[in-house]
């Protein structure tokens, strides 16, 4: 089954806007969560990642938000561009294990 | 550097058919992924290799499937016979392993995408 769920599978915004996408976990030895950010025909390439020691973490428009007591963290998009198009995945590991990926959400940015 | 080097790109192939995925990692990394994506089960890890020797084959589905990595910068993922549910992207990545192969960024090659008629 999967070890971490992620909401929505798809959304739409228009340019400018702000995209959130969710995720989920159980396994409280998860200590690092990275988003990978896919385009098509392309793999996957890491975006940003968090360590649960902190709540938040920002680069340039990229923004997630982790709380660790409710098992939660999120990606923010800022001001969203038709580039930023793409399907995002969230994934948790702990320190030996496998990275556990998230379904994907697909993300498509209108002028 | 070139990046995670996949081969071949495209695979068409009728069912009870040998198919082999060629991967070139980065230099100098010492993890390699095996990775199938679909969109009933999304992405999922195959296989792992440490320094040349696979840590974790628990994924790979069934044993039809094999993976080889005979050094450094190459290694193969063989399905025989071929059929049509292993229709899928194949990706492999690389990543440097300190701590851990899985908390390293993973690079990822183009994919190979498998169609088995």
């Known amino acids: 089954q999967q070890q971490v769920k992620q909401s929505p599978q798809s959304l739409i915004v228009q340019k400018g806007g702000i995209s959130i996408i969710n995720c989920a976990y159980e396994?409280?030895?998860?200590?690092?969560f990275p988003w990978y950010q896919q385009f098509p025909g392309k793999g996957p390439a890491l975006l940003i990642a968090?360590?649960?020691?902190?709540s938040e973490k920002k680069e340039g428009r990229f923004t997630i938000s982790f709380n660790k007591s409710a098992k939660q963290f999120s990606l923010h998009i800022m001001d969203s561009q038709p580039g930023d198009s793409a399907t995002y995945f969230c994934?948790?590991?702990?320190?030996?294990?496998?990275?556990?990926f998230g379904a994907g959400t697909q993300v498509v940015v209108t002028p | 550097d070139a990046g995670v080097i996949q081969s071949p790109r495209h695979e068409v192939t009728e069912m009870g058919q040998e198919v082999t995925l060629r991967c070139k990692p980065i230099?100098?990394?010492?993890?390699l992924f095996w990775y199938r994506q679909t969109m009933m089960r999304g992405l999922e890890l195959l296989i792992y290799?440490?320094?040349?020797?696979?840590?974790?084959d628990s994924g790979m589905p069934e044993d039809r499937f094999s993976a080889k990595m005979p050094n450094a910068s190459f290694s193969t993922l063989k399905i025989q016979p071929s059929e049509p549910r292993d229709s899928a992207v194949y990706f492999c990545?690389?990543?440097?392993?300190?701590?851990?192969?899985?908390?390293?960024?993973?690079?990822f090659g183009p994919g190979t995408r498998l169609l088995v008629l």
């Open positions: 396994n409280t030895a998860f200590d690092y």
């Open positions: 290799f440490n320094n040349n020797v696979p840590i974790d």
């Open positions: 994934a948790a590991t702990d320190s030996w294990g496998k990275l556990q």
């Open positions: 230099s100098g990394h010492d993890y």
């Open positions: 968090i360590r649960p020691d902190v």
């Open positions: 990545a690389s990543s440097l392993g300190t701590s851990g192969g899985a908390q390293e960024t993973q690079y």
